[in-house]
Each structure stands twice: as structure tokens, then as C-alpha cells.
């Protein structure tokens, strides 16, 4: 029972390169989310899924696309990445009627 | 905007002095749940609090979420070192559903 896993741990992009974050859980969760951690600003809301099939936007959706692939699935996507999308990204996922989240480790992002 | 606010935004102690922490939202809360972040990892789950009034510990953590659901506070007694810490409370506002809002959370360095 590994939890919540992503990848890749690390990144280094340049402007405009695009690339995909991957999540996965293991812990049969209906919601999803997608977090980024920035220096002095807490955790923001990227995008959610509530459950399979359904996404959407949270605090700071700009840039960004997701896909719910299945339930156990919920990547993140930069279509052309900007310095200023360099942050720790967070996925987690939570139980519907629970509503703890659990966090996988992060992909830490540096975009030059 | 933000929903839920959260001071102080560091603090720094020595070993053995307490430390609280405090969560305000403009709109009542159906629930709030606590998280802690150690440094270079990822938020763990530490409790949820959901009736008005609620007061709840574990060990040196006292918990306690407001008569109006609106205000909650984490008081930790004689922290130690293995306290450091960020400390992020979430709360999930009563019309929606799912999502929990992350305050900034408040960084706790505990000098030896």
C-alpha cells in the first residue's frame, strides 16, 4: 500500500518546454487534487476531480491542465511552462465522506 | 480569495515554551482539519475537528475549534525540537462540498 505517489521527484524545464506531473493512489479515493506550494503562500488549489470523469478549477488554474485518467489517476499538465510556475506540486487525494487528504511527496519544479 | 486565514506566520521558540497557532474564516465551517509539514516533506493529517466547541489533544497538542465554527487554534505545551515544523489548518466552508481551503500556515522553528 504505497498512498499517493508521484512523479518524476525533481524537474528542471525551460520556458516553453511543456511536461506532465503524474499522481497515483492506491487507497480506492474518489477526489483528487492538485496543489502548489510556493515560499510564504501556503498550499493552492490547482484543480480537483471529485470523482472519476469530473474536474475542476481551483485557486490558480492559469497554465495548467489535468486529466482524470481512471480512478486511481490524476496527472497535471504544463503546456508551455514559465518561470513563474517554479513551486513544489502537490497531488493528494481524499475518501469523499472522510475528507482527509493524504499528500504524496511533491515533484519540485524549476523552470529556467 | 482566501477563505481561511491563519497567524502567525513564523515563530520561533525555545525548547520547553509553548506555542499557538491560530485559524480564522470569514464564513462558518462544517469542519477543520490540522496538518503539519515537516521541512522538505509533505502535509500529514493530524485531526479534524467538527462540532462548535470541540477541544481535542493528542499528547502535548491541544485542538480546539470555536463556539461559531468559524475560528480554530493549535496550542502545542513544551515544544520540543522534533515540533519543528509548518502547521496548516483547512477548513471546508459549509455550502461546498469536498474542497478543503488551506490557511498559509505558521512555521515553527524551536530553538534547543
Known amino acids: 500500500n504505497a498512498g499517493v505517489t508521484q512523479t518524476p521527484k525533481f524537474q528542471v524545464l525551460k520556458t516553453g518546454q511543456s511536461m506532465t506531473l503524474q499522481c497515483a493512489q492506491d487507497?480506492?479515493?474518489?477526489?483528487m487534487y492538485w496543489y502548489r506550494q510556493d515560499p510564504g503562500m501556503g498550499l493552492r488549489l490547482i484543480y480537483y476531480?471529485?470523482?472519476?470523469?469530473?474536474?475542476d478549477k481551483g485557486e490558480v488554474p492559469n497554465g495548467y491542465n489535468v486529466s482524470r485518467l481512471n480512478k486511481r489517476e490524476f496527472s497535471l499538465r504544463l503546456e508551455s511552462a514559465a518561470p513563474s510556475q517554479t513551486s513544489v506540486y502537490f497531488c493528494?487525494?481524499?475518501?469523499?465522506?472522510?475528507?482527509?487528504?493524504?499528500f504524496g511527496p511533491g515533484t519540485r519544479l524549476l523552470v529556467l | 480569495g482566501q477563505q481561511v486565514m491563519q497567524i502567525p506566520q513564523y515563530q520561533h521558540v525555545q525548547e520547553g515554551e509553548d506555542f499557538t497557532t491560530y485559524c480564522n474564516s470569514s464564513?462558518?465551517?462544517?469542519?477543520i482539519q490540522w496538518y503539519k509539514q515537516r521541512p522538505g516533506g509533505h502535509p500529514v493529517f493530524l485531526i479534524q475537528l467538527v462540532k462548535s466547541g470541540e477541544v481535542k489533544k493528542q499528547k502535548r497538542l491541544t485542538f480546539q475549534f470555536g463556539e461559531a465554527k468559524k475560528n480554530s487554534s493549535l496550542h502545542i505545551t513544551a515544544t520540543q525540537t522534533t515540533d519543528v515544523g509548518t502547521y496548516f489548518c483547512a477548513g471546508r466552508p459549509g455550502s461546498t462540498l469536498g474542497r478543503l481551503y488551506f490557511g498559509r500556515g505558521t512555521q515553527l522553528t524551536v530553538w534547543p
Open positions: 493528494a487525494s481524499s475518501d469523499s465522506r472522510q475528507e482527509t487528504q493524504y
Open positions: 464564513t462558518t465551517l462544517s469542519n
Open positions: 487507497m480506492n479515493h474518489n477526489s
Open positions: 476531480s471529485a470523482s472519476e470523469g469530473t474536474t
